[in-house]
């Protein structure tokens, strides 16, 4: 496995690859990521995966000198799930001048949900996503469903702007109690961590309560924030939304087959964590 800091040796060890696959991250890696990158393997040849921690994407009150740079440890874990080549440039390689050309995704899904409470979130992922799809030209790209709002605004973006690349989106991995994986778990204590599968349940509760025939969508989410306020959580929401358009359901929709999804964010402690689950009628 070969570690590449610089764009001209990435693209040097990638010209005239046409089936390569990618998994772009912000490193400090976990299962999910080696899961992605072991199916990447499956797909294409090279499997690139860059490690990246893109300031565009923070906000100024968030956790970007903070996240957990663990480029070593990551290397090893790569390399044992089969990656080729690790893209890791730092800030002046990949932004060698102010980034001040940025994609923004339409306001009618990017301003919703992590949109909201993270205002100009997407734009600094869709920005950094396109650039390293420019630099890595893979046939494949692989991202988590765990992040399904951003998932969906890449999916888009590629689509629109006619690149070509099939891009993937996998199911999350969940430790044994249910929570999903992350690299956010690690900012929780101990204590946090037994507390933390509390999201996964609320969602797996407000799915449930839907599929027992409850229509009162706004009583429903709303019982599942209380009670995860009352046990010392501050959610910023719980909500079920359509997979297609991630719009509020109708009536209609909640009694018909329209496929649902109930998305949750929320913080525990000083750490925000995100989870959302697929359900049916």
């Not at 995860?228 to 997979?243: I, S």
Request: glycine share 6%; aromatic share 6%; net charge neutral.
């Amino acid at each position: 496995m070969r570690v590449i800091h610089s764009l001209a040796e990435l693209r040097a060890a990638l010209a005239g690859s046409a089936t390569t696959a990618f998994v772009p991250t912000m490193g400090n890696l976990h299962e999910g990521h080696l899961a992605l990158v072991r199916q990447a393997r499956q797909l294409g040849s090279p499997v690139v995966t860059s490690i990246f921690v893109n300031r565009l994407q923070f906000l100024p009150n968030e956790d970007f000198d903070r996240y957990p740079r663990t480029l070593a440890r990551d290397c090893a874990l790569l390399e044992g799930a089969g990656c080729d080549i690790v893209f890791a440039p730092d800030e002046a390689e990949l932004y060698p001048e102010p980034q001040t050309y940025k994609l923004t995704p339409p306001a009618v899904i990017a301003d919703l949900l992590e949109g909201e409470f993270r205002p100009g979130f997407f734009t600094g992922v869709c920005t950094v996503v396109l650039k390293l799809f420019h630099c890595v030209q893979p046939a494949v790209a692989l991202f988590g469903q765990k992040d399904y709002q951003q998932l969906m605004l890449i999916s888009q973006m590629t689509a629109q702007l006619a690149l070509p690349i099939r891009v993937i989106g996998s199911p999350t991995v969940r430790a044994a109690d249910g929570l999903a994986l992350s690299s956010r778990n690690a900012y929780l204590s101990a204590t946090e961590r037994a507390e933390a599968v509390a999201l996964p349940l609320a969602l797996q509760a407000i799915a449930s309560a839907l599929r027992a025939g409850a229509t009162d969508l706004a009583g429903v989410e709303r019982a599942q924030v209380d009670a995860l306020r009352a046990r010392g959580w501050q959610p910023d929401y719980l909500t079920v939304r359509r997979r297609s358009d991630l719009r509020v359901p109708s009536t209609a929709d909640l009694t018909g087959r329209v496929p649902l999804l109930v998305l949750g964010a929320a913080k525990l402690g000083a750490t925000r964590l995100i989870d959302n689950l697929e359900f049916d009628r």
